[in-house]
């Protein structure tokens, strides 16, 4: 079995790494491309101990390229550094063609093209990329009450408005919106793999999913170039592979509750084979009437989710970690404890301000020894 941080491998003793996964929102980036914010950042594991044998020595190769409107740092250990650039120019063309597959900026791309078509008299055929993470967006509504939903696109629509203009939207805009979103807005049907469209004005948003998913395809394409020890960094979305030469895994760090104030509840953790990402108002919130709020829309409100505060999950792939820390961030860390715990393997930390304090409470293994509340 791939090992997680050593606490996860003792708790995950059985089973194999499973892969289903691209998304985002926001701001300067494309709506699929941002929608979990960007609070962690990696590097290297210096003086771990491995957590099974090293990865041969060779070539460290780093690039970063812009795709989906955020930039992606590829860290890859190959055999040469050849092979390593090699691997990585590959992995960038698998980003590029999902992009033209998943985005909601470019009117050409397949999923604006879908919402395009809406309300379907008949189901609409989609290709293997998107069917995989709409299948995937529909499970994960359904398992978080809908804290998640691919349809939420008015709202996040609605919602990018009110950040600009510093003012809450009418709640008669609000109405219309709400109505557009929803199971019923979306349907599936896997025999023909096909979709259809409930409503003329709704609009399907994979913010929260895709970059997850695409950073989940990417890897593979590295690992199919023999690159067995590797680091994807989405702008915030990190999914790490075998852990570098020597090393136990890649340490990741994770940003405390305010960016400038390293006493708030920041940290690190070690990984290999295993996605962690964060979800909050730390970078890119907006303040009115006197409230934060998140640029993470609640779908059940039409608003952004209250902070200041942020959830970081743990998962086995970056798809579900993607996904899980937008929906854990609407639902907060009471209701969020069961959806996370049906979401397998998975684990994380809520960080919140109460008044002047700073709380903070776990949900499933977390990979640290400081003592937290457990949910």
Same mark, same amino acid.
């Given at each position: 079995m791939r090992r997680f941080y050593s606490e996860f491998a003792r708790r995950w003793s059985r089973g194999s790494r499973s892969r289903s996964r691209p998304r985002g929102v926001g701001g300067s980036r494309p709506a699929w491309a941002a929608c979990v914010g960007c609070l962690v950042w990696p590097w290297a594991a210096v003086g771990v101990s491995p957590a099974g044998p090293p990865v041969e020595a060779g070539a460290r190769v780093v690039a970063t390229e812009r795709l989906m409107g955020v930039p992606w740092t590829i860290t890859a250990h190959a055999p040469t550094e050849r092979a390593g650039r090699d691997a990585i120019a590959a992995a960038f063309a698998e980003l590029g063609r999902l992009e033209r597959i998943l985005s909601d900026y470019d009117p050409e791309s397949e999923l604006c093209r879908l919402s395009a078509a809406a309300p379907t008299t008949t189901p609409r055929p989609v290709g293997p990329d998107l069917w995989r993470v709409l299948s995937r967006a529909v499970t994960i509504r359904d398992a978080s009450g809908g804290a998640f939903d691919p349809t939420v696109g008015p709202l996040t629509t609605l919602w990018r408005q009110a950040r600009r203009s510093g003012r809450l939207p009418l709640e008669s805009r609000l109405a219309a919106a709400r109505a557009a979103v929803g199971p019923g807005m979306l349907v599936l049907e896997a025999e023909t793999r096909s979709v259809t469209l409930g409503r003329p004005g709704m609009r399907l948003d994979l913010g929260g999913i895709g970059m997850g998913y695409a950073a989940d395809r990417a890897l593979e394409v590295l690992e199919h170039h023999g690159v067995a020890a590797a680091m994807i960094d989405a702008s915030g979305d990190v999914l790490v592979s075998g852990p570098p030469p020597g090393a136990a895994g890649w !340490?990741?760090? =994770?940003? +405390?509750? !305010? +960016?400038?104030?390293?006493?708030?509840?920041?940290?690190? =953790? =070690?990984?290999?084979?295993?996605? &962690?990402t964060t979800s909050g108002d730390a970078f890119q919130g907006v303040e009115i009437d006197g409230r934060r709020y998140s640029h993470i829309v609640d779908p059940r409100?039409?608003?952004? =989710?209250?902070? +200041?505060?942020? &959830?970081t999950v743990i998962a086995r792939d970056c798809t579900t970690a993607d996904a899980a820390a937008t929906a854990a961030s609407v639902l907060g860390p009471d209701a969020a404890a069961a959806f996370l715990r049906g979401m397998g393997d998975c684990a994380a930390r809520f960080v919140w301000r109460e008044g002047e304090a700073v709380r903070t409470a776990v949900v499933g293994p977390w990979p640290t020894q400081n003592p937290q509340t457990r949910r």
């Open positions: !340490r990741i760090a =994770v940003a +405390p509750l !305010r +960016p400038a104030a390293g006493s708030d509840a920041g940290g690190e =953790v =070690v990984l290999a084979h295993a996605a &962690v409100t039409g608003l952004g =989710v209250a902070g +200041p505060a942020a &959830v």
